[in-house]
């Protein structure tokens, strides 16, 4: 007995504490193979974050090409169902705020992608927080292994994103006006054509796309960046066990508490998806419209 009680307090003296373990898992796994300071660099890439994002993405194409390939006439099945319910869905919301029925070829697909992507990426949070950075600590045979699952957790991630909208903003712009018709509202857009509010609409303009893009990709990432904080925090309760019936009520809170933030993070999950996905389309179809 006082052996098992020495190998606990040992256990306890080694554990990190909340605050380093929230660190560890807040930080990336990334090109230079360590914590990366708080400067600017941009040469460094969240390795993480991409090879996350592309195995959702690559996900997201898969299920709905086995679904499009077992498509039937007759009684769908439940993911044949759930897939229709989606593209009814993006497809209703596109054709109410992009009038044009020749953008809509391209642009519709462009919101059912996004909503899909970001739906899977945002759901990385419901893996138990430890699961896969053990995992990818036993692999690497390094303890100290940062990794990070959540893409929409990181703000690279989203606002590559949202940037990505915006050249397609500004193609769209382009396309629908002409070069030089976006250029002439860029420099009369929204005070007027007079030379001496050039200027001032320009800048106006200037600000306006920078907001768009910026507030696109920080209300996904702060969202997505608060809930997994949440479930770190739910995952130290658990961890509190140490054989004492306090570690037991904690153990048990903290059971309860994750299954309930779970199933309350469902609706976040697709909720911001949603909205990216609207936001995408709002911003897309002013790029139609003419001040």
């Given at each position: 007995?006082?052996?098992a009680?020495?190998?606990?307090?040992?256990?306890?003296?080694?554990?990190?504490?909340?605050?380093?373990?929230?660190?560890?898992?807040l930080?990336?796994f990334?090109s230079?193979?360590?914590?990366?300071?708080?400067?600017?660099?941009?040469?460094v890439?969240?390795?993480?974050t991409?090879?996350f994002?592309?195995?959702?993405?690559?996900?997201g194409?898969?299920v709905?090409?086995?679904?499009a390939k077992s498509?039937?006439?007759?009684?769908?099945?439940?993911?044949?169902?759930?897939?229709?319910?989606?593209?009814?869905?993006?497809?209703?919301?596109?054709?109410?705020?992009?009038?044009?029925?020749e953008?809509?070829?391209f642009?519709?697909?462009?919101?059912?992608?996004?909503?899909?992507?970001?739906?899977?990426?945002?759901?990385?949070?419901?893996?138990?927080?430890?699961?896969?950075?053990?995992?990818?600590?036993?692999?690497?045979?390094?303890?100290?292994?940062f990794?990070?699952?959540?893409?929409?957790a990181?703000?690279?991630?989203?606002?590559?994103?949202?940037?990505?909208?915006?050249?397609?903003?500004?193609?769209?712009?382009i396309k629908?006006?002409?070069?030089?018709?976006?250029?002439?509202?860029?420099f009369?857009?929204?005070?007027?054509?007079?030379p001496l509010?050039?200027?001032?609409?320009?800048?106006?303009?200037?600000?306006?796309?920078l907001?768009k893009t910026?507030?696109?990709?920080?209300?996904?990432?702060?969202?997505m960046?608060?809930?997994?904080?949440?479930f770190?925090?739910?995952a130290l309760?658990?961890?509190a066990w140490?054989?004492?019936a306090?570690g037991?009520?904690?153990?048990?809170?903290?059971?309860?508490?994750?299954?309930?933030?779970?199933?309350?993070?469902i609706?976040?999950?697709a909720?911001?998806?949603?909205?990216?996905?609207?936001?995408?389309?709002?911003?897309?179809?002013?790029?139609?419209?003419?001040?």
């Amino acid at each position: 007995m006082e052996n098992a009680h020495e190998a606990v307090a040992e256990h306890a003296a080694n554990a990190p504490t909340a605050g380093e373990y929230i660190v560890h898992h807040l930080t990336h796994f990334n090109s230079t193979g360590h914590a990366q300071q708080a400067v600017i660099d941009f040469s460094v890439i969240n390795v993480d974050t991409v090879v996350f994002s592309i195995l959702m993405g690559v996900l997201g194409l898969f299920v709905m090409w086995r679904v499009a390939k077992s498509v039937t006439s007759g009684v769908p099945g439940r993911m044949q169902a759930a897939v229709e319910i989606v593209l009814e869905m993006v497809n209703n919301q596109a054709k109410g705020i992009v009038h044009s029925e020749e953008s809509r070829k391209f642009v519709a697909p462009l919101a059912l992608t996004v909503f899909v992507w970001i739906f899977l990426m945002n759901s990385m949070d419901f893996l138990p927080v430890d699961l896969l950075p053990n995992m990818w600590q036993a692999a690497s045979g390094d303890h100290h292994a940062f990794l990070r699952v959540v893409p929409t957790a990181d703000l690279n991630g989203t606002l590559g994103m949202s940037i990505g909208v915006l050249l397609v903003c500004i193609w769209y712009n382009i396309k629908i006006k002409g070069f030089g018709g976006w250029v002439h509202e860029l420099f009369t857009a929204p005070f007027g054509s007079h030379p001496l509010l050039y200027p001032v609409n320009f800048a106006m303009q200037m600000i306006e796309f920078l907001a768009k893009t910026v507030s696109h990709g920080m209300r996904l990432f702060g969202n997505m960046y608060a809930g997994e904080l949440v479930f770190m925090l739910i995952a130290l309760m658990g961890a509190a066990w140490a054989g004492t019936a306090t570690g037991a009520f904690l153990w048990i809170g903290g059971v309860i508490a994750g299954s309930v933030w779970a199933v309350f993070h469902i609706l976040i999950v697709a909720l911001q998806a949603f909205i990216f996905m609207m936001l995408t389309l709002v911003y897309i179809g002013q790029a139609h419209e003419s001040h």
